[in-house]
Every structure is written in structure tokens, then in C-alpha cells.
């Protein structure tokens, strides 16, 4: 089942925060986030497996609530080099299927 | 080396022709997947194989079909194509569906 993302676009100025989610109606086996820069493949950022789990990756961390219907991404301080595409994904451990929400744009201005 | 290798990088071809896709591994993964992801950047599972076994056949058309000689290589071949066939196909690996997954360069597929 597809997740949702919010907001679809975001747009900021270097050095402020962002959050984008990443949601089910149904509870999610695994939240996968990706970034993929323009014309180029995605690339890993982090799972998280467990409700409740948290981690963090220098200035991007991310959650997953209790239910594990909901998981967020944040991004600190934002520099240029964040400005990409996020997605979500989702996968149910040994259906070997995973699927990726619609994506979240975000650009990051000097 | 490259992780996940995809060729052509790109590939533009007539309405109606048939057209294949290649894709390696070299991570020793057990799970390949392709990807189509159209102009508003949505990235849509098409297939996904487990140890040369197809585990899921999402409602593409039959006009695709996905080939794997052995583990590290899942091929993407594509007969008659149409105009709407045109995006950006992706292929990617991984160990398994709650690890990382690795992205070929993608081909950029174009119908005329």
C-alpha cells in the first residue's frame, strides 16, 4: 500500500528547518527515506524499523510513531545541497516489495 | 566498481518497436526491482525478483516483461511500444525489502 507524503513542495532559505511526512491508514512494517537530486538516481538516507524508533544522520534524523502509521523526517539547519526530492517507502518484510510514496519537493535558496 | 549498473543510459526508439533494458548487480543481493518513474517524478514499482523468482507482477501492461538469467542481472524487455512508455526506468537491489536499496543510473526511455 502506497504512503502519503506532506507537504508535496516545500521551499526555504538556507539555514532553516524543514519536516516532511510520511503516513498510512494502515500500520506501516518499515518507513525507507530517500533523496534524489535532479536527473540523478536515489540515494539512501535511512529505515527505521521499530515504533517509536528515532535516528539521526547529521543534520537529518527522523522518526516513527508508536502506531507506525506516521513517520517524519527533519532536516536542521538546512544547507543547498539538501535541495532534492524525498521519499518515503514502505515494505513488508518478506513480500520483497517496496513502495514509495508520491515524493516531496524540496529547494533550499541562499 | 558500480553497485548497480543499468545500459542503455538512454534510449530513444519509434512507436512499435521492442526495446530491452539491461541491469547487474555486483552486491551479491538477493531482491531486484524496476521502477518506472514518470514526469511528475513518481516512482512506481513495476517487478520485483527474489532469487530469480518473480515475487510481485504489479498491473503493468504484459507488454513488459521482465527477464533474469541469474542473480545479479534482471533485464527489462519491452515489446510495441507506445508514446506513454516514455520515463525514467530505474533498477535497484537489495538485500532484502528492509535494507538498503541500491539505484542503477536509470534510462531515460523516450517513444516517438
Known amino acids: 500500500q502506497q504512503p502519503v507524503q506532506s507537504p508535496q513542495a516545500v521551499i526555504l532559505r538556507e539555514g532553516e528547518d524543514a519536516v516532511i511526512n510520511c503516513s498510512s491508514s494502515k500500520a506501516l512494517y518499515s518507513v525507507h527515506w530517500y533523496r534524489q537530486k535532479h536527473g540523478e538516481a536515489p540515494v539512501f538516507l535511512m529505515i527505521?524499523?521499530?515504533?517509536?524508533e528515532q535516528k539521526g544522520h547529521e543534520k537529518i534524523s527522523a522518526s516513527f510513531n508508536e502506531k507506525k502509521q506516521q513517520s517524519s523526517l527533519y532536516l536542521t539547519a538546512s544547507q543547498l545541497s539538501y535541495s532534492g526530492t524525498y521519499f518515503c517507502?514502505?515494505?513488508?518484510?518478506?513480500?520483497?516489495?517496496?513502495?514509495f510514496g508520491q515524493g516531496t519537493r524540496l529547494t533550499i535558496n541562499p | 566498481d558500480t553497485a548497480v549498473s543499468q545500459t542503455p543510459k538512454y534510449l530513444v526508439t519509434q512507436m512499435g518497436n521492442d526495446k530491452s533494458i539491461k541491469c547487474e548487480q555486483n552486491l551479491g543481493h538477493d531482491t531486484m526491482y524496476w521502477y518506472k518513474q514518470d514526469s511528475k517524478k513518481f516512482l512506481k514499482i513495476m517487478f520485483s525478483?527474489?532469487?530469480?523468482?518473480?515475487?510481485i507482477n504489479e498491473t503493468v501492461p504484459n507488454r513488459f516483461s521482465p527477464k533474469s538469467p541469474d542473480k545479479a542481472h534482471l533485464n527489462l524487455h519491452i515489446n510495441s511500444l507506445e508514446l506513454g512508455d516514455s520515463a525514467v526506468y530505474f533498477c535497484?537491489?537489495?538485500?532484502?525489502?528492509?535494507?538498503?536499496?541500491?539505484f542503477g543510473q536509470g534510462t531515460r526511455l523516450t517513444v516517438v
Open positions: 517507502g514502505t515494505a513488508r518484510g518478506g513480500a520483497q516489495k517496496l513502495v
Open positions: 527505521l524499523l521499530k515504533g517509536g
Open positions: 525478483y527474489n532469487n530469480k523468482e518473480l515475487i
Open positions: 535497484a537491489s537489495s538485500l532484502t525489502d528492509t535494507t538498503e536499496a541500491f
